[in-house]
T-cell receptor, first 114, second 116 residues
């Protein structure tokens, strides 16, 4: 049973560039949430996708956007990168909404902005 | 707004000994879940233990147990017979069954070192 997978593992970008991170949910899961974890801090909720729509959003600017595909996989896009966007980006999946208590996390993508 | 606080940035324990990690949270709701997650250097966020607020009995998972004090809004994790593999960042976390049911709110974490 494949767990949550994320790609790439590491990524280095320059300020002002755009980046796309990818997530495949655990088999049987249809809901994907994204979190940002800055160095030395706990993860912070960015947004959640269910039925190909953004359902809930945390306190992040519009530079952060996402997409969910019919196969339930998801992308996180960040535009106009800032140094402060350097972080570990975690994807979590669950079976249906209102199931954060049963989320499974992926290994994350480490983004470095120079 | 719901918040989670972990007042111990770093802790250490001798191998085979017992250690307790502290966590407090703030919420006005009565129906929620609390969690302890472990994040080793591999970065994978692993669920250690989960507690449903309506259950008075403290959750246990092998060497891991919690002390859930709902009135005090306290949720500590006890690790017994500590092993080298327990060394990691530990995050206390919360999710509401009503208002924030789609997201988990994390504390800042406690870095646990295990001394051989």
């Amino acid at each position: 049973d494949a767990g949550v997978t994320q790609s790439p593992t590491h990524l280095i970008k320059t300020r002002g560039q755009q980046v796309t991170l990818r997530c495949s949910p655990k088999s049987g899961h249809d809901t994907v949430s994204w979190y940002q974890q800055a160095l030395g801090q706990g993860p912070q909720f960015i947004f959640q996708y269910y039925e190909e729509e953004e359902r809930q959003r945390g306190n992040f600017p519009d530079r952060f956007s996402g997409h969910q595909f019919p196969n339930y996989s998801s992308e996180l896009n960040v535009n106009a990168l800032l140094l402060g966007d350097s972080a570990l980006y975690l994807c979590a999946s669950s079976q249906g909404r209102k199931k954060a208590f049963e989320q499974y996390f992926g290994p994350g993508t480490r983004l470095t902005v120079t | 707004a719901q918040t989670v606080t972990q007042s111990q940035p770093e802790m250490s324990v001798q191998e085979a000994e017992t250690v307790t990690l502290s966590c407090t949270y703030d919420t006005s709701e009565s129906d929620y879940y609390l969690f302890w997650y472990k994040q080793p250097p591999s970065r994978q966020m692993i669920l250690v233990i989960r507690q449903e607020a309506y259950k008075q009995q403290n959750a246990t998972e092998n060497r891991f147990s919690v002390n859930f004090q709902k009135a005090a809004k306290s949720f500590s994790l006890k690790i017994s017979d500590s092993q080298l593999g327990d060394a990691a960042m530990y995050f206390c976390a919360y999710t509401s069954m009503k208002t924030s049911y789609d997201k988990v709110i994390f504390g800042p974490g406690t870095s646990l070192s295990v001394i051989p």
